[in-house]
């Protein structure tokens, strides 16, 4: 039976994300910046606590985040009514030009990694990364 060789599957992915770091440093954002404003692009607004549910990150870190982010001007805090104590997190227009530079940088990236791989790898890659992202 084929085993799965986790270390050199880490390794890969580090050297991947690497890459991911270096094309999104032009546009100023790290990783997880990256993903959060991804996220809030498609949910328009969310709170502290849902973006670290979603994160699946302690609410700490994810306030780090976002006082990052508001510090950088990309997001900004709305009032929430229902909950004084909470507010809603939303893309700034500066977020939004932010967000398009990084989109385009990581589309290199993946067009540039994607071109050493046939559409069958391709295709097990992409199934691989939703299986494993499903049981975790």
Same mark, same amino acid.
């Given at each position: 039976?084929?085993?799965?060789?986790?270390l050199?599957? &880490?390794?890969?992915?580090?050297?991947f $994300?690497?890459k #991911?770091?270096? /094309? &999104?440093? !032009?546009?100023? &954002?790290? *990783?997880?910046?990256f993903?959060?404003?991804?996220f809030?692009?498609?949910?328009?607004?969310?709170?502290v606590?849902d973006?670290?549910? !979603?994160?699946?990150?302690?609410? /700490?870190?994810m306030s780090?985040?976002?006082?990052?982010?508001l510090?950088?001007?990309?997001?900004k805090?709305?009032?929430?009514?229902?909950?004084k104590?909470?507010? !809603?997190?939303?893309?700034t227009?500066?977020g #939004?030009r932010? &967000?398009?530079?990084a989109?385009?940088?990581?589309?290199l990236? $993946?067009?540039?990694?994607?071109? /050493?791989?046939?559409?069958?790898? *391709?295709?097990? #890659?992409?199934?691989?990364?939703?299986?494993?992202?499903s049981?975790?």
């Amino acid at each position: 039976m084929d085993k799965l060789q986790v270390l050199e599957l &880490l390794e890969a992915t580090q050297q991947f $994300e690497k890459k #991911l770091n270096l /094309a &999104l440093m !032009y546009s100023g &954002l790290r *990783i997880p910046q990256f993903r959060v404003m991804l996220f809030l692009e498609k949910s328009g607004n969310i709170t502290v606590s849902d973006l670290s549910r !979603y994160m699946n990150v302690t609410r /700490a870190t994810m306030s780090v985040l976002v006082n990052q982010l508001l510090t950088a001007g990309v997001v900004k805090s709305r009032s929430n009514i229902k909950d004084k104590r909470s507010f !809603y997190i939303v893309l700034t227009e500066s977020g #939004l030009r932010r &967000l398009e530079l990084a989109r385009r940088e990581v589309q290199l990236v $993946e067009d540039r990694i994607s071109t /050493a791989f046939d559409s069958a790898t *391709i295709e097990a #890659l992409n199934h691989f990364s939703r299986e494993l992202l499903s049981k975790a």
